[in-house]
């Protein structure tokens, strides 16, 4: 099975640096996603890690240490906008590649 | 692109009654959809993964008779919620996969918002 931990809840200022983090424990390896999700809508992809080290996507970038089952997601120059419930997913390499979702981040971002 | 519909956005009906929710992928070809449900303030669940022309395979608790998944295309999926009650009323996504690659996202419809009455 797989066991995914983030924090429930977490405050940044606007234009500040905030940085998620994500443990898990996972009997397959096969991924790891990062999803924003607006309070009342659907989830949107932001990342995608396999192998360790960092991946830069604009304002997000996402770090993944297999060995120490640990991820996080680095938001900079924060904006209002980012308000938002971040998901951390594991996927796994068995039962058709499903993702199994943390109970997700509550980012409150602050003029 | 990678635009996923799902329909129909909020649906509230009486007790009793089945609901259907329709999830296309609209410029992509889905060989897996997923169907999620979501209460208020709490993570997806994952009810059930369907590959298309095959059964769907449901987490353990969802009862396959009560919610009905039909994967009849590449690019169709859907789900059925049977005789509904109120306890069914939730925030119902579904996403879509494309091909077998383990970087591939899951692209999520923008979610179903059932009350039943």
């Known amino acids: 099975g797989q066991n995914i931990d983030q924090p429930t809840e977490m405050t940044a200022t606007e234009g500040a640096i905030v940085q998620i983090n994500c443990t898990y424990q996972?009997?397959?390896?096969?991924?790891l996603f990062w999803y924003q999700q607006h309070a009342g809508e659907a989830p949107t992809f932001l990342s995608y890690?396999?192998?360790?080290g960092l991946e830069e996507k604009g304002r997000f970038s996402s770090f993944l240490s297999r060995s120490k089952g640990y991820s996080y997601l680095l938001l900079k120059e924060l904006q209002m906008k980012d308000s938002a419930s971040y998901l951390c997913?594991?996927?796994?390499?068995?039962?058709?590649?499903?993702?199994?979702f943390g109970d997700g981040t509550t980012l409150t971002v602050k003029p | 692109g990678a635009v996923v519909s799902q329909h129909p956005s909020r649906v509230i009906c009486k007790s009793g009654t089945s609901v259907k929710i329709e999830c296309r992928s609209l410029?992509?070809?889905?060989?897996?959809m997923f169907w999620y449900r979501q209460f208020p303030k709490q993570s997806l669940m994952l009810m059930a993964t369907?590959?298309?022309?095959?059964?769907?395979?449901?987490e353990q608790g969802v009862e396959k008779d009560k919610f009905l998944i039909n994967h009849a295309s590449l690019t169709l999926s859907t789900l059925t919620v049977t005789s509904a009650h109120p306890e069914d009323s939730s925030f119902y996504i579904c996403?879509?996969?494309?091909?077998?690659?383990?970087?591939?996202?899951?692209?999520f419809g923008d979610g179903t918002r059932l009350s039943i009455l």
């Open positions: 996972t009997s397959g390896f096969n991924g």
């Open positions: 996403s879509a996969r494309q091909g077998g690659r383990a970087n591939q996202p899951q692209h």
């Open positions: 890690n396999v192998l360790d």
């Open positions: 369907s590959n298309e022309g095959s059964k769907a395979t449901y």
């Open positions: 997913a594991v996927r796994a390499n068995t039962n058709a590649g499903k993702s199994t």
């Open positions: 410029d992509f070809q889905a060989t897996t």
